[in-house]
């Protein structure tokens, strides 16, 4: 597919400026609603009258992303990034508002499905519309840009949608976001207008058909979901939900990853895995990282907060660094951030107890968010790099598919731990064991990309 501007416009030029505009308020809007419903959740459930179903709205938005995901590689593979990168936002804007008018629980839900789908076919149709669009050596500072426009909704997306709810209504924290995503689309019309679909040469190996994907989405789908909810509620009957969801999620991946993925073949393989093992290591820390320092050293809430805002400065700054090196390599710069992440992650392991210096956390969280500022954006760019054009959609999906399986198993992994070893009130023990294995995780990683990376 071609399209109408040059190949060698820089990204902030005349004929780019409303692309790069466009892409990263688009991302920028789904990070703020990421960001924001969490805060926002308590009084919507306690508004509907759904305090048992707490975690469903989640578990819903979690499990459309992977349908929404696998379903947008395949269309961009067979008809490239346009009508999808035009069906994810509308998608995404009807359930912002379906969710904000909601009355009842089934039609927050409802809302939720409909955010999730366009999430998950945006999130793969932006990597495409990136291959098609920019030159080469123009792609580590869009990915960087991008990870930027995710940081940002995490330093101040929580707290806006905390006042948002607190002094107006929680249903703007939906509302409020919807006619931006309309001016993000409009903003790529004119370039989506410009893209020419080809379909792939039936010669070319790349364009190989892949059965059962749909159903294989589906069965990923109801796995995480699965694995989700057993790792938010741990007992026994939840072992068995998160048994029941790998085995879902075994036949699946299968179909769903490159072959050799969970092999750590060289090559491709190896670094989509590697994302798994870098966001699921990272998110798995993190999300016990504020419990540690109210129960374990006694903060406030809002204190707790500022280590994962330090992390997040450290990861926009690394994605800005990583954006002005071009011709490093990539599998150079994604082994860095796994060891940035590993020194992060061993220290911030000397916190967890009652006698750690917690000033500890600060420099830790700040070279862990540095490792995910580095490695995420090599990865997305490794990905584009060595997957043939009739891939880029499938393997974009797989890359963010991986992410979600690692984040999803080691984050219940948390949760077992907390449950079967320690307590909320006490947490110590489980949190050294977690962030100890997320250290060999991530240094698994490094020693994987060292030597596999590169096919």
Known sequence: ????????????????????????LLVTLVAFENMGVGTAMPRIVADLRADSLYSWPFTAFLAASVVGTVLSGRVCDRRGPTLPMLVAPALFCVGLVVAGLAGS?????????????????????VSVLIASVYPTRDRPAVFGAISAAWVVPSLIGPTLAGLVTEHLSWRLVFLGLAPLVLVGVLLLVPLLRGLTPTRPDPADTGAAPR???????????????ALTWAGEHPSLGSLALGAAGLVALAPALRRLLPRGTLLARPGLPVVVLSRALLGGAFFAAQAYLPL???????????????????????????????????????????????????????????VAPTWGPIWLVYPAWVLAGAGMGLGTSAISVLVLHLSEPAQRGFNSA?????????????????????????????????????DLAMAAVAALGAVLVATRATP
């Not at 109408?4 to 004929?15: M, V, Y």
């Not at 994962?308 to 390599?329: F, H, I, N, Y």
């Open 1 to 24: 597919m071609t399209a109408t501007t040059t190949p060698t416009s820089p990204l902030w030029a005349p004929d780019r400026r409303a692309t790069t505009t466009g892409i990263l």
């Open 292 to 350: 540690t320092l109210t129960a374990v050293h006694g903060l406030s809430p809002a204190l707790a907060g500022v280590p994962l805002t330090v992390g997040s400065l450290g990861w926009s700054a690394a994605s800005w660094w990583q954006a002005r090196k071009p011709d490093l390599p990539r599998q150079t710069l994604l082994w860095i951030g796994l060891l940035f992440l590993v020194a992060g992650l061993a220290l911030v392991t000397f």
């Open 211 to 225: 059965r059962g994907l749909p159903l294989a989405a589906l069965a990923a789908a109801v796995g995480l979901s």
């Open 105 to 125: 629980m089934p039609a927050l839900l409802a809302g939720r499905v409909l955010q999730g789908l366009g999430c998950g076919v945006q999130m793969v149709a």
């Open 398 to 434: 797989a890359m963010q598919l991986s992410e979600m399986l690692g984040q999803t198993l080691f984050i219940g992994l948390g949760g077992v731990l907390l449950a079967g070893l320690a307590t909320a009130g006490a947490p110590t023990p489980a949190v050294l064991i977690l």
